[in-house]
């Protein structure tokens, strides 16, 4: 598909639209579409920690002496 702009505009016509003027598509004939904002529930597993913090400190200082 190829699309041309006029720099001179910013206009871009290609093939499927190049026999309707921006007033035509923008005529407000249907409101443009709105992207709102939605919370979506999201499944996320419990996850056990594999170490035991104290455990894992009380070696590492350990192995620092």
């Not at 598509?25 to 443009?32: D, F, K, Q, S, V």
């Not at 035991?52 to 002496?65: G, H, K, R, S, T």
């Amino acid at each position: 598909m190829l699309t041309i702009m006029e720099m001179s505009t910013g206009r871009c016509s290609d093939d499927l639209t190049a026999h309707y003027d921006e007033d035509v598509l923008n005529a407000n004939w249907t409101e443009p579409p709105r992207l709102e904002p939605q919370l979506q529930l999201v499944a996320v597993p419990v996850r056990e920690p594999g170490i035991d913090p104290a455990l894992y400190l009380n070696a590492f200082y350990a192995a620092q002496e």
